[in-house]
């Protein structure tokens, strides 16, 4: 089945410093990529929709500046969470459908997530 | 505003029972619904898919049920076992590309 790698799985960094998160579709090809946050005992909260050669399209709330996505080639997308600070501490986790079975209906595949720590 | 709900207390059951868990929601005329599973510090796993049309869909252990009328979406668990605890999301299309998801129900299974 379809297979989504996020890299790395946590991370602890201090206040002010960026960290690059990756997310990789390893059987597939992915054209649109999903960054979705989730905070304890939360729902998942879709952030952003990155698109493969064109920018990302940002949920109302999210600031673009300090969430950057670059989908770079249609197996790779990053998540680049600039001076963090300790509220950005959270869950991020990114998915994707299966190019193949791109319709509007066909299930998400995700990665296992990225525990960020802001310190 | 768009709304899914889902019990938000977990929901505690006796091994081989059926767990049944609920997923309503609002202001959403989605053309189909879908439910994962979430472990602990882990992504969502999809298990099933249910269009507007169908009024039951079954995948093994699972049951799911959708009316549009109530607005509603009904998941089984029949004959649960303690590997079936974890967080079951319930998600909807908002008229876009990707989900939305609800809070999710916590199930435990006792032995």
Redesign the interface.
Same mark, same amino acid.
């Given at each position: 089945g379809a297979v989504v790698s996020q890299h790395p799985s946590w991370v602890i960094c201090k206040s002010g410093t960026s960290v690059k998160i990756e997310c990789r579709s390893l059987d597939f090809q992915a054209t649109t990529m999903f960054w979705y946050r989730q905070f304890p005992k939360q729902s998942l909260m879709l952030m952003a929709t990155s698109n493969e050669g064109s920018k990302a399209t940002y949920e109302q709330g999210v600031e673009k500046d300090k969430f950057l996505i670059n989908h770079a080639s249609l197996t790779l997308s990053t998540l680049t969470v600039t001076s963090a600070h300790p509220e950005d501490s959270s869950f991020y986790i990114c998915s994707a459908r299966d190019g193949q079975s791109s319709s509007y209906n066909s299930p998400l595949h995700f990665g296992n997530g990225t525990r960020l720590t802001v310190t | 505003s768009q709304k899914?709900e889902q019990n938000s207390e977990a929901l505690n059951i006796q091994e081989g029972k059926t767990a049944t868990l609920t997923c309503n929601y609002t202001n959403y005329s989605p053309?189909?619904l879908?439910w994962y599973r979430q472990d602990p510090? $882990?992504?969502?796993?999809?298990l099933l898919?249910i $269009?507007e049309n169908e009024k039951e869909k079954r995948k093994e252990r699972l049951k799911v049920t959708f009316d549009t009328t109530l607005k509603q979406s009904l998941f089984h668990i029949t004959a649960s076992q303690p590997a079936d605890s974890a967080t079951y =999301?319930c998600?909807l299309?908002p008229a876009?590309?990707? =989900?939305?998801?609800?809070?999710?129900t916590s199930l435990l299974v006792t032995p």
């Open positions: - | 899914i053309a189909y879908q510090g $882990r992504g969502p796993v999809f898919l $269009r =999301l998600a299309d876009g590309y990707a =989900l939305n998801f609800g809070k999710g």
